[in-house]
């Protein structure tokens, strides 16, 4: 019998069957037998194993993988043993064939094999290992080693015997993953406590922590390894490549750029080395050196054959599937040198997905070439694909961010030929207007976060945000602001001006949108001072009436609690019920408001506003608060009598003695432009008195009875239903009847 086909495996039944049928043209060509050693299955792999071959043995598993595979080997009766696992698909076997029908295996005592590594399911990115997988059966073959085991085989070798596919990584479940590279490292720590200068276990060490990430344990085993190959002058081509790799990983960009230069010296048609080196002077910015080792890398794998992978059994390729990105980096590079031309020259040759991570680099070549136009041409090259056009686009709003204002203009012009929304979006940017139906179809349709443009041109028209923004989420809403508040900086004004003049409402729809805005320019919009306190108070009382409106106003803000998941969401219901403390327990809310200035950081300084707005009432001495009170008892009697203008001269008073505004006066200053007839200036009023104390009922009650005179009855049948909800003093409810019934 010429061969013995020879596997080991343990609960393989999802690869098995695949395995074994690809072999069976094969062995139909060449006399050979299947041997099967099964070290504990517990699924289905004996019964698959014995559709193929009656030569089913088994072994008690003692983690060792050389004794496992010394017992397999030992039933093999062929005069050559060739070595599989349950993972590895026989694609090409002619050279195989070939070895036996010429009498090929008359000259040699080994064989390699290429085995792809299957990175992807459509089989384009892999990477190759060659591996002495066939021997010639003697007494004096066998396997060493506790883990990654190695055959103790005879020269001279013949190379690349056949091509098998390997799947292990691409189907790799990630618990049985864990558990393996587990139980190789316990295996491999035993070996090392036996053989602390072992080269090849300080290696398979360094490498099994590589695998995990655990990088310095990684690193200590694999440059020990290395130094120990060093010291007996023999290194193996797959340790410098791993260690180069790992040193990549690591940012080791110095340490990797030496390695590999050392290596060159002495081998100069290894792929990955190229490859490492290539990627490490990229980022040390040598970039000349860069792109000459870049393109070597490309030439090697363009002339495969020449190269130490396709030559040398010890030497893997692991970076053939880097190809596109070693593309892209070239094109980087060019930019970074100034050599826009030689970008240009090849952007008919580079393939759509090398483009797509280039767009940017190419784009902004082109404008510096003042070659604008062409990248009209490119777009029309594109595939119908949606998503390749989204990419191109969103490329391009990339650089206008990136050129001259001036050049602009010119850059909308010419981006308006493309068809559809996004060439209405660049006739807008140049001055075209449509209708509130037209803009708001645009920004519900497309998903892309520049569209937001739109909103900023409308608004320029004095059109209504809430119009707008109309069925737009939530989500989409806030991207599209933030957007504008990060891009759009002479934006800013014009949103805080928006929010500084809404009224008073509960309508879901405008707390959402004012909710969105007050918290885009609280987070990106750089406002300081009095307009930073007033945003952080409407965005945390828009936010908070939003939420209840959303999620049921029904809910105690503590079941509500249990309900939210958006940190954001849990920070606005928990400082509202914190601030609804500071009427009925002083020292309760000031421990509250710690806690939350200790978990929310980047609400800092709104939280130290409202402490330190707290701190400044509780400090007032009891003769100055027993003035206020005063003042705001002749104020009171005043409205009620009808002496609007004394009521005003009071007012005017107490405001030049007492700095801080306070809800109450506010409040009393929207009940006298009630009394004037001026009640869209009333509502504002109550607004900013609702802001500053959304808790003081007669503040609610009030603003319920604007909105009735107003004619804006849903909303003020929800005020009235929020004090029937929420106040628990029913006199004070009373009380605001009495003193709108005096209005009136």
């Known amino acids: 019998m010429l061969l013995s086909i020879v596997m080991m495996v343990k609960n393989e039944e999802r690869n098995l069957d695949k395995t074994l049928n690809a072999l069976r043209p094969l062995m139909e060509e060449i006399n050979s037998e299947l041997v099967i050693l099964d070290t504990g299955s517990t699924d289905s792999t004996v019964d698959i194993a014995r559709k193929y071959t009656d030569k089913v043995f088994f072994a008690k598993w003692n983690d060792n993988f050389s004794d496992m595979r010394n017992i397999s080997i030992s039933y093999a009766k062929g005069d050559w043993i060739l070595i599989l696992d349950a993972d590895e698909e026989l694609i090409n076997y002619e050279k195989l064939k070939e070895f036996f029908d010429k009498s090929l295996f008359n000259k040699y005592n080994s064989a390699s094999i290429n085995l792809k590594n299957i990175l992807s399911l459509d089989k384009k990115s892999y990477s190759m290992t060659p591996l002495i997988r066939m021997f010639k059966n003697s007494k004096d073959f066998r396997y060493e080693g506790a883990i990654h085991e190695q055959p103790k085989f005879k020269h001279p070798i013949y190379n690349n015997v056949a091509l098998f596919d390997h799947y292990g990584y691409l189907f790799e479940n990630e618990e049985i993953k864990q558990l393996k590279d587990n139980r190789n490292k316990n295996i491999l720590l035993k070996e090392i406590k036996k053989e602390p200068n072992n080269p090849y276990i300080n290696y398979q060490l360094g490498k099994t922590y590589s695998i995990s990430k655990n990088y310095e344990d990684a690193i200590y085993y694999m440059e020990k390894g290395y130094d120990l190959y060093t010291k007996i002058k023999y290194i193996p081509i797959f340790v410098t490549l791993d260690l180069a790799m790992l040193y990549l990983e690591m940012n080791e960009f110095d340490k990797c750029e030496s390695l590999c230069t050392k290596y060159i010296k002495n081998d100069n048609k290894n792929i990955d080395i190229y490859y490492y080196l290539a990627t490490s002077q990229k980022y040390l910015r040598k970039y000349k050196r860069s792109l000459e080792n870049y393109k070597r890398y490309l030439y090697l794998i363009e002339n495969y054959d020449i190269s130490t992978q396709a030559n040398a059994v010890e030497c893997n390729a692991d970076t053939l599937i880097h190809q596109d990105k070693a593309k892209v980096n070239i094109i980087d590079i060019y930019y970074k040198l100034e050599m826009y031309q030689e970008i240009i020259n090849n952007i008919d040759d580079i393939n759509i997905n090398i483009l797509e991570q280039a767009y940017l680099v190419i784009f902004m070549s082109l404008y ?63 001055g075209e207007k449509l209708t509130i139906e037209q803009y708001n179809e645009i920004l519900t349709k497309e998903q892309e976060i520049y569209y937001a443009d739109i909103i900023y041109y409308a608004m320029k028209e004095n059109l209504q945000l809430e119009d707008i923004l109309k069925n737009i989420s939530n989500l989409k809403m806030q991207g599209y602001i933030d957007y504008l508040v990060s891009n759009k900086r002479d934006f800013i004004f014009d949103l805080y001006d928006y929010l500084d003049n809404t009224l008073n409402t509960l309508d879901i729809k405008k707390l959402q949108i ?58 606005i219901i928990s400082i509202n019920r914190a601030q609804k403390l ?157 003193k709108i019934m005096i209005i009136n």
């Open 582 to 738: 500071s009427k009925t327990d002083k020292l309760e809310y000031v421990k509250k408001m710690k806690d939350l200035l200790i978990k929310n950081q980047k609400y800092k300084k709104g939280i130290e506003i409202l402490i330190e707005k707290f701190k400044n009432e509780f400090d007032i001495n009891e003769e100055l608060n027993g003035l206020k009170k005063q003042y705001k008892s002749i104020i009171q009697n005043d409205i009620e009598v009808g002496n609007i203008i004394g009521a005003k001269e009071n007012i005017y008073e107490y405001e030049s003695i007492f700095e801080e505004e306070e809800a109450e006066i506010l409040n009393l200053k929207a009940i006298i432009k009630m009394l004037e007839g001026k009640f869209e200036e009333s509502d504002k009023m109550f607004k900013n008195s609702y802001l500053l104390d959304r808790y003081n009922y007669n503040v609610v009650f009030n603003i319920g009875c604007i909105k009735e005179i107003l004619g804006q009855y849903e909303d003020a049948t929800k005020y009235f239903e929020l004090i029937v909800k929420n106040c628990e003093d029913e006199n004070i409810v009373l009380e605001s009847k009495e």
């Open 514 to 571: 004012y909710s969105c805005v007050s918290k885009s320019l609280l987070t990106y919009g750089g406002l300081v001072g009095k307009k930073y306190e007033n945003l952080f108070l409407m965005y945390i009382t828009y936010t908070y009436d939003y939420l209840k409106q959303l999620y049921n106003t029904d809910l105690e803000d503590d079941d509500l609690l249990n309900l939210l998941k958006n940190e954001d969401e849990i920070f």
């Open 368 to 430: 510096k070439l003042n070659q604008e136009e062409k990248i009209i041409e490119i777009y029309k090259n594109l595939s119908s694909c949606i998503v390749q056009q989204n990419k191109f686009k969103v490329a391009l709003e990339s650089i206008l961010k990136r050129i001259k204002e001036e050049d602009l203009p010119k850059m909308y012009k010419m981006l308006s030929k493309i068809d559809g929304n996004y060439g209405t979006l660049n006739k807008i940017r140049l």
